[in-house]
């Protein structure tokens, strides 16, 4: 069943004008960067604010639009004799692979385009891959919060602080407490850390693939060791798939319980 | 066949629903009445499994369901609000709808000739007005055969001539023995179509029989003026109540619920001489 809501539900978002313009940007501001940097490495590294701050942006903005806007639709959905959990997970469906969809197109051409030549692909596909995780985890906490608050004008707030606090405050937040306790050897604190937000995991996932580590002193030479053995990489795929689960299934306890 | 048991809803401070019982009975036509934020809705979407009750249970032949979904494929539901995906046209729309149900509708041309909607098919939804969409809405609900139907005022956004349509199809399907539940603020509809009247106040049942068991309570004769007074006599002996004023014990103070101050005033045992809002 959850085949045919996401048929249905992705044809109606897929004739949606922003799926062109958020494809187009993606396509235009990865080939702008090349073009201004002159090398596939300098767009690598500029598109990585891109995946780490306006990525997570537009998904949480979007998903948190996307059910407030639907919510009479959901309520059509809800009142057929489907399972309100089909009707959740198919939702979501739509909404991430729709934003992943126009990431991985519009970015993602021009990334290997011109990577296509040296063959190095670990940057770029380090790049899609990290967009692609955030894109489902910002838009399964957009869902999860859109569902759990009625009041469109508050969720969108919530949703809004949640993407400042992963994106931005978090990490001064840290960075000031290790300021604060310089004098101990706190760096496996700092890994342990890193667990915590998924922004902050995938942003050290790439620093590393782009050997921009050295930049971060003694941290970063923990960090490589650390991110660069098999255990390090298999545990951050772990810790990006539990960021993935749990507001995921928060979502579906909320979807389960909402009122319509 | 279908009902809801002691049913007791809050969103946040605001009580919906208090305490509710209804039998809504087979084969019947059943009118869910009361003003506005009265509990109507939310007693029609906890029937549904839409909002989740906070004590009591929806009895389905009698007893709690287990399957939810089950008992949804017996009902096709009309809501008050019609809002689908704006980029599917209309044809894309009902065929969704049929896709996602079990069974298949066996109507719908019918349906869209009634409604004369055969033409706006290729249309996408975003274009439609209103009243457009209500008639897509009852489409939607009317193209199947189902031993239930629920509709949540459906003729408020119709044009009188749709609603004419509408009524004579709920007519046709009250005739067939269909067990039908609506609500509605148009009089006319009700006097029309409804055998069994339940009326809400506050959340609470204060009137549950027939059209003539009404008239024959309140003393009226018209649907307009036996629910007035069923307001008034509510606002008389509940909670909201008729408070005599403090500064002046030749004024008595009415609930913002009532309509009737002089059949409230009387209800209470008092004759009114003057009414000032």
């Known amino acids: ?260 | 066949m279908i009902g809801l048991s002691d049913i007791v809803k809050s969103f946040g401070r605001e009580r919906a629903l208090d305490g509710v019982s209804i039998d809504f009975p087979v084969g019947r036509m059943t009118a869910l009445l009361g003003p506005n934020g009265s509990g109507k809705t939310t007693a029609l979407k906890t029937l549904l499994g839409l909002v989740r009750p906070d004590r009591g249970t929806v009895l389905w032949n009698g007893a709690a369901p287990t399957d939810e979904r089950a008992v949804r494929e017996h009902i096709s539901y009309m809501p008050q609000i019609a809002r689908f995906p704006e980029n599917l046209t209309i044809r894309e729309f009902l065929a969704m709808i049929a896709d996602l149900r079990p069974r298949q509708p066996t109507r719908t041309e019918e349906m869209l000739a009634r409604f004369e909607l055969a033409d706006l098919l290729p249309k996408p939804l975003k274009g439609l007005s209103g009243g457009t969409r209500q008639r897509v809405c009852a489409v939607m609900t009317l193209m199947y055969d189902a031993p239930v139907y629920i509709f949540d005022e459906p003729t408020a956004g119709l044009d009188p001539l749709m609603a004419r349509r509408f009524k004579d199809a709920v007519a046709r399907e009250k005739a067939a023995g269909k067990t039908i539940i609506f609500t509605s603020h148009i009089m006319g509809d009700i006097e029309e179509l409804a055998d069994h009247i339940v009326f809400l106040l506050e959340g609470a049942v204060v009137f549950d029989g027939t059209l003539d068991a009404l008239y024959a309570r309140t003393g009226e004769h018209a649907a307009e003026d036996a629910i007035a007074v069923l307001i008034a006599r509510a606002g008389g002996n509940t909670r909201s109540g008729i408070a005599p004023s403090a500064s002046d014990g030749n004024q008595i103070r009415f609930s913002d619920t009532v309509i009737d101050h002089h059949a409230a005033a009387d209800a209470g045992g008092t004759r009114l001489r003057e009414v000032r809002a």
């Open chain 1, 1 to 260: 069943m959850i085949g045919r809501l996401v048929k249905h539900q992705l044809r109606n978002v897929l004739r949606s004008r922003w799926v062109f313009v958020l494809t187009g940007f993606f396509l235009v501001f990865t080939e702008a960067m090349y073009q201004a940097s002159g090398s596939a490495a300098g767009m690598e590294v500029t598109l990585m604010s891109v995946v780490l701050i306006i990525l997570p942006l537009f998904s949480i903005v979007y998903g948190t639009m996307y059910v407030y806007g639907s919510r009479e639709f959901l309520e059509v959905l809800a009142a057929q004799p489907l399972r309100r959990r089909d009707i959740y997970f198919s939702s979501w469906l739509v909404v991430t692979g729709a934003i992943s969809g126009c990431f991985l197109v519009g970015s993602g051409v021009p990334l290997l385009a011109h990577r296509i030549g040296d063959g190095a692909m670990g940057g770029p596909l380090t790049l899609l891959a990290s967009g692609l995780f955030l894109t489902i985890i910002f838009t399964a906490i957009a869902f999860a919060v859109a569902i759990r608050v009625h009041d469109r004008t508050r969720g969108m707030g919530v949703a809004l602080l949640l993407w400042f606090f992963f994106a931005l405050l978090y990490d001064g937040v840290v960075l000031f407490a290790f300021y604060a306790l310089a004098d101990y050897p706190v760096e496996p604190l700092a890994l342990a850390f890193s667990f915590l937000n998924p922004v902050d995991l995938a942003r050290i996932l790439l620093t590393l693939q782009f050997d921009v580590s050295a930049l971060m002193g003694y941290t970063g030479a923990v960090y490589q060791r650390f991110f660069g053995g098999a255990v390090g990489m298999l545990l951050s795929a772990a810790a990006l798939t539990v960021w993935t689960v749990i507001p995921l299934w928060m979502g579906k306890r909320f979807f389960a319980r909402t009122d319509f």
